[in-house]
């Protein structure tokens, strides 16, 4: 069997750059990030409908508030708008136009009014993080977000890792860089993080927000088609255009 080294074609140059083999001494080698202040966004590396759960440093969580607000809490003292409670949820969006920020509700109303309209939808979301890159290193997925009502550090650094289907954890830094230690799944200081996030995906039939998921491994991939990953593989690029006529060939056979 051939080494696939042997074939330039098949040999990524950013993977192979950002590699630690490539760096084959015992040099501590250090680095840095640099990013505009404020950053240009960019399209968030996963999108979709989630609700959350959260653990982490009591003064990390995420809180219901309104930003730029004095308001604690939107429904307090007899609020025009009541919520029936078990419809209440913590909401993770990235949707439609918008992919390009995350949006966390801590407390979200996903009750209807008699307009069939969710109650939530006249709510503004408690934190906005706006995705400002991310890429894949040490076998970690890597997000940097900026939150410019944040008065102590706009910059925050996600390790994040979808788990399957339907779930992803996202670890936030204390800081604005990530720890060398920390994982998906840390929340404690000793890792560098402060606060660690499960999102469920919970996307109703007409909310029109599909998950779409990018762990970072290329970040030149054309976002507007389909990537299927699998281990030991290729990646497998699926055309949105040959998935619709696909779809309407088997409409047409099936009826």
Not at 158 to 186: H, K, P
Request: charged residues 25%; hydrophobic residues 30%; negative net charge.
């Amino acid at each position: 069997m051939s080494n696939v080294y042997d074939d330039l074609s098949k040999r990524d140059p950013l993977y192979e750059v950002c590699s630690w083999i490539s760096f084959g001494n015992d040099a501590n080698w250090k680095y840095q990030v640099f990013v505009l202040d404020p950053p240009a966004p960019i399209e968030c590396p996963f999108t979709g409908m989630w609700t959350f759960k959260q653990v982490g440093q009591p003064n990390s969580l995420i809180q219901t508030r309104i930003r730029g607000g004095v308001t604690p809490r939107p429904r307090d003292h007899g609020w025009y708008i009541t919520c029936d409670p078990q419809y209440m949820v913590s909401q993770w969006t990235i949707c439609g136009d918008q992919t390009k920020s995350m949006f966390a509700d801590r407390e979200y109303c996903r009750q209807l009014d008699p307009y069939g309209t969710p109650i939530g939808v006249y709510e503004q979301p408690d934190y906005i993080y706006q995705c400002a890159g991310y890429w894949r290193e040490d076998s970690r997925s890597v997000m940097v977000t900026y939150d410019r009502d944040d008065p102590y550090n706009n910059y925050k650094c996600w390790v994040y890792e979808r788990r399957d289907l339907t779930t992803i954890t996202l670890s936030r830094s204390a800081g604005s860089a990530c720890g060398f230690n920390q994982t998906s799944e840390s929340y404690k200081s000793e890792d560098g993080a402060d606060l660690a996030i499960t999102l469920i995906e919970a996307e109703r039939i007409h909310d029109d927000c599909p998950i779409r998921y990018d762990d970072g491994r290329n970040v030149f991939i054309d976002l507007e088609e389909f990537h299927f990953y699998y281990a030991k593989s290729s990646i497998i690029n699926i055309n949105k255009y040959f998935l619709i006529f696909f779809t309407f060939i088997l409409f047409i056979f099936l009826n």
